[in-house]
């Protein structure tokens, strides 16, 4: 009988056994580990003066370095004072620290470098980080560190200590050791992809000036003989990248400008982010010079981020006056002082116009003679391309004074025609006058409309599984159409999405206008981190990033959405489809009646023989 009851036990577990859709619904509740650890420290140590390598040479106060904690810096979240996190990346933990100078250092520089330690265990690779740090123009030292990550580091917090040292003008040496405390997640780094899309920087021309070498004054022309300083304002637009071993060469279109300066090219060591640079040129202009406006073109080349090299260019326009003002003072001279141009309606002053809008162009001229009126002046434009249609019914304009160094403004309305390629296109403007007692006079000169294609582009996303099972490898493509005439740069995209894990970005590159590209992602499906549960649906987002001729960065947005699935679910729905898998489970339901009926028997003929026996 005992047999029978162990038979019954055993058959009634194995009943159980067959019923893995029961345990699947009810799955094991996972505690997750949530990071708390989102504080840093740091620490200033006490300053240390070692005086021992350079003899005092001043008894005045030695400078000191002292950390600013009330302002925020390019790559820093929050002030010292409000508690600065260092910030970590998917590859690099950023340290920025800025410093306070109490006295004048040798040189407006001091070095810097880091300690990362020693062990095997930390999460940094070593390399020599010891560099040079210039002042800025607030005489502030900015002390940055990208620090590059291992692969397979963990999390915790780790000390780096980062050691400036220098020298001040009176020879005594200044040191100071400030230690930040880094934490750092190994489980989920912060990945903002921005390792993976690097900018070039772009240096533009902001701004130029003529002084004489003279007098000094700044002239708004330039008359035949002069001696004048060209001073020439470089901009590095980029906000983050800092540029260096810059070499910038300038070149006269014009035979007539007659470079006095040492040399048509010039260094420059470097030029932090976001942070402008005057360059100057001495030019002596020919005697004999014809009037007009004459360009002088600038090229450079730099480096930056790693050694990456780039290039660029561009001119400045110089306003020459050919004759000698002393000898022509009974005929003045009129010159185009500026131009800018606006989109319509009420548009601002714009760097260049999209074809296929309207536009206005605002024209200033000047009077150069200091002594004479202007009368019955009539101005007309004309434009060279008849892609430029004139809006206004008139191209001509009349004035009926101009003062002595007076200035006026002609404004036209124009329309850049949508098919026009891009480029720049002169609008000519010729006028005359009189002067004096019924004198005629007249000039010419042009505004030059710097006309751009608008970029549009058609994005979308192919092979997106409606299903995943996790540890399965998936490719999800994309592609680009260029349905517009311009050209689009540096085309990527970047996925994102709970539980899929991309192997890197796709990137298509350049794209024509009217061509099509694609490229693809291999994605890692390795379950939900958000909720209580690895499996069901996952919402994400593939973002595509492109440039256009300018420079200027544009970003477009897909979404999609997945089911998840656990490795175990396909095998579970082809048992449940299997006939064989029904015959199992009525066997066994039919051997465990079985067996309790014969223990029930069992029972009721043993307590029978009880009965009769006690009789």
Not at 168 to 179: A, F, Q, R, S
Not at 246 to 274: C, G, H, K, P
Not at 374 to 395: F, I, Q, W, Y
Not at 526 to 540: A, I, M, S, V
């Amino acid at each position: 009988m005992r047999s029978v009851y162990i038979v019954s036990v055993l058959l009634f577990f194995l009943c159980l056994s067959v019923f893995p859709s029961y345990a699947e619904g009810h799955p094991e509740q996972v505690d997750v580990p949530v990071d708390t650890s989102d504080t840093a420290d740091t620490q200033d140590t006490t300053d240390r003066q070692e005086t021992s390598d350079i003899p005092e040479v001043s008894p005045e106060t030695p400078a000191t370095l002292r950390i600013d904690n009330s302002h925020i810096y390019e790559g820093m979240d929050r002030s010292y004072s409000d508690g600065y996190l260092p910030r970590i990346t998917d590859r690099y933990a950023i340290i920025v620290v800025p410093l306070l100078c109490d006295g004048e250092l040798e040189g407006n520089s001091l070095t810097a470098s880091i300690d990362i330690g020693g062990s095997a265990d930390v999460p940094f690779i070593c390399r020599n980080y010891e560099k040079t740090v210039k002042a800025t123009d607030s005489c502030i030292y900015v002390v940055y560190f990208a620090i590059e990550l291992k692969e397979d580091h963990r999390g915790g917090s780790y000390p780096i200590t980062v050691k400036v040292w220098g020298t001040d003008v009176n020879k005594n040496k200044i040191e100071k050791n400030i230690t930040v405390y880094t934490v750092i997640d190994a489980t989920k780094p912060e990945e903002t992809g921005e390792d993976d899309i690097p900018f070039t920087p772009k240096l533009l021309i902001s701004s130029h000036r003529c002084i004489s070498s003279k007098s000094g004054k700044e002239l708004n022309t330039v008359y035949a003989g002069d001696k004048v300083k060209i001073i020439i304002t470089l901009k590095n637009t980029s906000k983050k990248e800092a540029v260096s071993n810059m070499t910038v060469t300038a070149s006269a279109e014009s035979r007539d400008f007659i470079l006095e300066s040492n040399s048509e090219s010039q260094y420059i060591e470097s030029l932090s982010a976001d942070s402008e640079i005057e360059i100057t040129y001495e030019y002596k202009i020919s005697d004999d010079i014809p009037d007009g406006q004459y360009a002088v073109n600038l090229s450079y080349d730099f480096v930056y981020r790693d050694g990456a090299v780039s290039s660029g260019s561009g001119k400045v326009m110089i306003p020459v006056n050919g004759k000698d003002e002393e000898k022509t003072a009974l005929t003045p001279k009129v010159l185009i002082e500026s131009y800018e141009y606006c989109p319509l309606p009420d548009g601002e002053p714009a760097d260049g116009i999209t074809a296929g809008e309207n536009f206005e162009i605002k024209i200033t001229l000047i009077n150069t003679s200091k002594t004479e009126y202007l009368h019955n002046m009539t101005v007309t434009a004309a434009s060279e391309s008849s892609s430029l249609v004139l809006n206004d019914r008139s191209n001509c304009r009349y004035i009926d004074k101009v003062e002595p160094g007076g200035r006026i403004d002609v404004v036209y309305e124009y329309q850049a025609q949508a098919d026009m390629g891009e480029g720049r296109y002169d609008v000519n403007i010729s006028y005359d006058f009189n002067y004096g007692d019924g004198m005629s006079a007249g000039g010419s000169g042009k505004a030059s409309v710097s006309v751009v294609q608008p970029l549009e582009l058609e994005l979308s996303l192919h092979r997106i599984p409606s299903k995943a099972t996790v540890s399965d490898t998936v490719t999800i493509g994309v592609e680009a159409i260029n349905i517009s005439r311009a050209k689009a740069y540096n085309l990527r995209a970047v996925l994102e999405a709970d539980g899929f894990s991309p192997v890197g970005n796709a990137f298509i590159g350049d794209l024509d206008g009217g061509a099509m590209g694609s490229s693809s992602f291999e994605v890692n499906i390795t379950g939900l981190t958000e909720g209580n549960f690895p499996y069901g649906q996952t919402n994400g987002t593939v973002t595509f990033f492109y440039e256009d001729i300018h420079g200027n960065l544009f970003e477009e947005v897909k979404t999609f959405s997945a089911v998840i699935e656990t490795p175990f679910s396909e095998n579970i729905s082809q048992s449940e489809d299997d006939p064989l898998h029904w015959w199992i489970i009525v066997a066994v339901i039919f051997t465990f009646i079985l067996g309790f009926t014969i223990f029930a028997v069992t029972l009721a003929v043993k307590r029978k023989i009880k009965d009769e026996y006690r009789r």
